[in-house]
């Protein structure tokens, strides 16, 4: 047997060990049960599993700031008027060394800016890991929005950008 007959073998052998060994994404979603939530005023949008259209944002805060939940991305109070049949639920994963993003701080940053949902905090990063996000094609694995109907996960969305949203928002729950 020549060497590049057997480099050839090793390396087939190797690639199809790597992609059987690979784990597919999830095609339904856990939610893990029992997290601390926050901007659970009484006046907020609280967490619903049972609604059956559901928005879930992952972020890991250790890396990634509130940015995403002020009025400078979207009118939130005005998205939950559009769309009162949709369950945002927010998952705050990690912990932020540098004590910037601490539980009181981003309470104080929601209510800076009026969120109007509650959020869940998951320090340990169990909707990540349960749901095996890091096999998603997302390019930025510490920000991530999915569309999901029932658990099922419909698609990835391009929350940040508006025409995509309004776009995926009718073609996921069937909006007019």
């Known amino acids: 047997m020549t060497i590049k007959y057997f480099s050839f073998i090793c390396l087939s052998f190797m ?14 979603m ?8 926050i901007n659970s005023d009484s006046l907020v949008r609280k967490v619903d599993l049972e609604i059956e259209n ?19 991305i979207l009118d939130w109070n005005e998205f939950l008027k559009q769309y009162p049949e ?26 800076l800016h009026k969120f109007p949902y509650e959020v869940l905090l998951d320090p340990e ?6 749901n095996n996000l890091e096999s998603f094609p997302h390019d930025n ?15 990835i969305s391009n929350f940040g ?4 949203r309004t776009k995926e928002l009718e ?4 909006r007019n």
């Open 15 to 28: 690639l199809i060990i790597s992609f059987s060994c690979r784990e597919e994404p999830r095609s339904d």
């Open 30 to 37: 856990i939610f893990p049960g029992g997290l601390e939530r």
């Open 54 to 72: 559901k928005l879930v944002f992952y972020l890991d805060i250790s890396e990634r700031s509130l940015y995403l939940f002020s009025d400078n």
């Open 86 to 111: 949709v369950s945002v639920l927010i998952y705050l994963s990690g912990i932020d060394q540098k004590g910037t993003r601490s539980k009181e701080k981003m309470e104080e940053y929601l209510k």
């Open 125 to 130: 990063y169990k909707l990540y890991n349960l």
């Open 141 to 155: 694995k510490t920000d991530q929005t999915y569309y999901v109907k029932g658990n099922k996960i419909l698609g």
């Open 161 to 164: 950008m508006p025409n995509a």
């Open 171 to 174: 073609r996921f729950f069937g």
